[in-house]
């Protein structure tokens, strides 16, 4: 246990760079409060004293910000960023080297049984005020983006963003450590109105030249019509006569 916790104050430093001390990030850090918390209510969870998990987890809230779900299932190296806000469902699953940041919701959809909220893989980050939502995978080393709405599966190393969550493939590479740069996330939206500019600016090069094409074909004609045109008869000269 003591090891456990070491390396929970140890993941909240490596992370954040305003934890500047032990002593610092055991009294001020309430995502590391409600970890630990859970830590506790998830084992009376699974040992059937449900009630009891469930009143504590509602203390934890109340103090944190931060509502757990006893029954959730969650790894080593956790890290809630700040944390208020945060939902984590019943059901969910969330394994090592996961980051959240505030606001974040990784919630259920409609009244069914069974396993019906998230799962995140090992080094997932998901943004601020993002939701995460179902029976869902996000796979390794993924992003979700702050404020996307995430309803389908998150192949490894992609990121997500908008509403509802559209799948950015980044290069297929094996995450091995926690990638905490989640500002600077890809945008299909802008990248399609970029493509879209990009295309109206060519069509509207090839237009110009055309039109100047036409305009110096026009050009040359027009000379070449003046000088097979001969002179034109002078006014004195007498008209042809015609026969009776």
Not at 70 to 77: K, S, Y
Not at 95 to 122: A, C, F, I, M, N
Not at 155 to 170: A, D, F, L, S, W
Not at 189 to 215: G, K, T
Request: net charge negative; with cysteine.
């Amino acid at each position: 246990m003591s090891s456990l916790l070491k390396e929970d104050i140890r993941t909240v430093k490596e992370r954040d760079p305003a934890a500047t001390s032990t002593l610092n990030v055991v009294v001020n850090y309430p995502g590391l409060h409600a970890v630990w918390g859970h830590r506790v209510n998830h084992w009376l969870w699974v040992r059937g004293l449900r009630g009891i998990a469930r009143w504590s987890s509602q203390v934890g809230r109340f103090f944190t910000g931060i509502e757990i779900h006893p029954g959730a299932t969650i790894g080593n190296r956790f890290f809630i960023d700040h944390g208020m806000g945060v939902v984590i469902g019943e059901t969910t699953v969330i394994h090592d080297d996961v980051t959240l940041y505030q606001g974040v919701t990784l919630g259920g959809t409609g009244k069914e049984k069974g396993k019906r909220h998230p799962t995140l893989e090992s080094c997932v980050v998901v943004g601020v005020g993002a939701t995460v939502l179902g029976d869902i995978t996000i796979g390794r080393g993924s992003k979700v983006g702050g404020g996307a709405v995430v309803i389908r599966d998150v192949p490894p190393n992609c990121t997500v963003v908008g509403i509802p969550g559209r799948v950015v493939v980044r290069e297929g590479r094996r995450v091995e450590t926690v990638d905490l740069h989640h500002e600077d996330l890809p945008d299909p939206v802008v990248e399609m109105f970029r493509q879209l500019q990009r295309r109206i600016d060519v069509l509207e090069s090839r237009v110009s030249q055309e039109e100047a094409a036409i305009r110096e074909q026009s050009a040359e004609e027009s000379r070449g019509n003046e000088s097979n045109e001969g002179p034109d008869a002078s006014p004195g000269e007498p008209k042809p006569q015609g026969t009776e």
